[in-house]
């Protein structure tokens, strides 16, 4: 399900200069085995959910989007301090939080909050290592 969020890079010959930087500069803080171990807990809390299938949809665009740009904080090229990846991080919680509140009924909410807690939480202590 997530797999496409956790991809390690694309192909160089179908990357732009603009691209081919961004790849240089990306830092990894997850091994594929980790990844891997994140995507499948993740996968499996959001079955739990019990989203329609159109709405698991908007619900993995949203998180994709989320995801990509929490791996995207602490690029070489962004030389962010520790305390404005976390606030940036903070802000991707909101902005994520707050589109998908809408498609969910409240105990959804509470569980994908709970979920994507552990995620975020997962990230702080990989930056922080």
Same mark, same amino acid.
């Given at each position: 399900?997530?797999?496409?969020?956790?991809?390690?890079?694309?192909?160089?010959?179908?990357?732009?200069?603009?691209?081919?930087?961004?790849?240089?500069? +990306?830092?990894?803080? #997850? $091994?594929? !085995?980790?990844?891997?171990?994140?995507?499948?807990?993740?996968? =499996?809390? &959001?079955? *739990?959910?019990?989203?329609?299938?159109?709405?698991?949809?908007?619900?993995?665009?949203?998180?994709?989007?989320?995801?990509?740009?929490?791996?995207?904080?602490?690029? +070489?090229?962004?030389? #962010? $301090?520790? !305390?404005?990846?976390?606030?940036?991080?903070?802000?991707?919680? =909101?902005? &994520?939080? *707050?589109?998908?509140?809408?498609?969910?009924?409240?105990?959804?909410?509470?569980?994908?909050?709970?979920?994507?807690?552990?995620?975020?939480?997962?990230?702080?202590? +990989?930056?922080?290592?």
């Amino acid at each position: 399900m997530l797999s496409f969020i956790f991809a390690n890079s694309i192909s160089a010959q179908s990357l732009s200069t603009k691209q081919k930087e961004r790849e240089k500069n +990306k830092v990894e803080i #997850y $091994s594929s !085995e980790e990844r891997d171990s994140i995507q499948m807990r993740f996968h =499996e809390e &959001t079955k *739990k959910l019990g989203l329609k299938k159109d709405v698991q949809d908007k619900y993995d665009a949203i998180i994709s989007d989320a995801v990509f740009d929490m791996r995207r904080l602490n690029d +070489k090229d962004k030389d #962010y $301090s520790d !305390e404005k990846i976390l606030k940036k991080l903070n802000l991707i919680v =909101e902005k &994520t939080n *707050k589109k998908v509140e809408p498609l969910l009924t409240e105990t959804q909410f509470q569980s994908h909050k709970e979920n994507f807690k552990k995620i975020v939480n997962d990230a702080i202590e +990989k930056f922080n290592n």
